[in-house]
């Protein structure tokens, strides 16, 4: 189940990063290019794997910010296969972050995104994927 405002349940997060001060920009919120760089680390985990090669990421074709991230948010970045072709991927990334506000952990879906990665040779050229 997803929500908006917690956790997806029964997931385990691909990666969790806290938000640093040296990751905030002029305004105070978390750099857009951050959140970006997380996004597309915890999408080329599936990819590889599921790849079971080296893999490149080909194309961002949706990236939604919905509500900034702060200094001092746990960031839980969620990512899932949800199409393969010949030698691509498309992983789908759901980002919350957490944070304490009134002695509460609060937690909202911050950023969402669709990356294409693509399956490499050893020459790093497109390499078909296994349909197993």
């Not at 899932?80 to 609060?106: H, P």
């Given at each position: ?69 702060f200094v ?27 944070r304490i ?32």
């Amino acid at each position: 189940m997803m929500t908006e405002t917690g956790l997806p349940e029964g997931r385990i997060p691909i990666i969790r990063t806290p938000a640093r001060p040296m990751d905030a920009n002029k305004g105070g919120s978390i750099f857009g290019g951050w959140i970006m760089s997380q996004v597309d680390i915890a999408g080329s985990i599936p990819a590889e794997l599921r790849a079971q090669s080296r893999i490149v990421t080909r194309a961002v074709t949706s990236f939604e910010f919905k509500q900034a991230v702060f200094v001092g948010d746990l960031i839980n970045c969620y990512a899932e296969v949800v199409k393969v072709g010949r030698t691509s991927l498309e992983v789908f990334v759901e980002v919350y972050a957490q944070r304490i506000c009134d002695g509460k952990i609060e937690c909202t879906k911050v950023t969402e995104a669709n990356v294409v990665y693509v399956a490499i040779d050893e020459n790093r050229r497109p390499r078909a994927i296994s349909t197993g």
